[in-house]
């Protein structure tokens, strides 16, 4: 019985061994959370937009890590929540997370018009775009709920956009791309 346990002990030994040394090559680097000013000195979170028209968003932050969805719409709005390096963790209005390249995304805000209320089966609703900040505005065009509206400025309420050649206001509840109560100067 002695020698049963002398041979399997230096076999246990052994065995950790070797797993210790193949623990690191299994692992990837995870990226810390971030809360206040980041690796770019920027806050996060914060909305940014696409520069492409063919963006990458990845499973990590690099280019080892699959793809997981390509955007193919430049101006996209997407909300940076994480940094790591010169990657960037983004959220879709549709809660979509992945990893995009710094250098593929603008500090340019925009912001999606009502993205909720797009459904695949029906026709998407209007919304309008006002002449001044009050819905007894005079009406300068209606826009599809999903389109992408430059962000001029926003006073928490209401926020100045632009769609295409038209200008004029939208409430901010409607737009994803700035948050509640936020100002934009």
């Known amino acids: 019985m002695d020698r049963k346990k002398r041979t399997f002990a230096p076999a246990l030994v052994c065995a950790a061994v070797i797993a210790a040394a193949a623990a690191p090559t299994a692992l990837r680097a995870q990226p810390a959370e971030s809360s206040g ?3 770019s000195g920027l806050p996060v979170p914060r909305f940014v937009s696409l520069k492409s028209d063919r963006v990458n968003l990845r499973n990590g932050p690099g280019t080892d890590y699959p793809t997981g969805w390509v955007y193919r719409r430049a101006g996209l709005p997407l909300e940076i929540v994480q940094e790591f390096e010169s990657w960037r963790k ?25 993205p909720w209320e797009r459904k695949a089966s029906t026709k998407p609703p209007l919304v309008p775009i006002h002449a001044s900040d ?14 992408i509206a430059d962000l001029r400025t926003c006073d928490g309420r209401w926020c100045r956009v632009t769609v295409d050649a038209y200008t004029g206001y939208i409430e901010q509840k409607k737009l994803w791309g700035a948050y509640e109560g936020e100002t934009i100067k």
Do not use: M
Not at 96 to 102: E, K, R
Not at 134 to 147: F, K, L, Q, T
């Open 134 to 147: 009050s819905e007894r505005s005079h009406i300068v065009v209606n826009v599809e709920a999903g389109v």
């Open 90 to 114: 983004v959220r879709d209005s549709e809660g979509a997370t992945g990893w995009v390249l710094q250098s593929f995304l603008s500090g340019r805000r925009t912001a999606l018009v009502l």
């Open 37 to 39: 000013p980041s690796g």
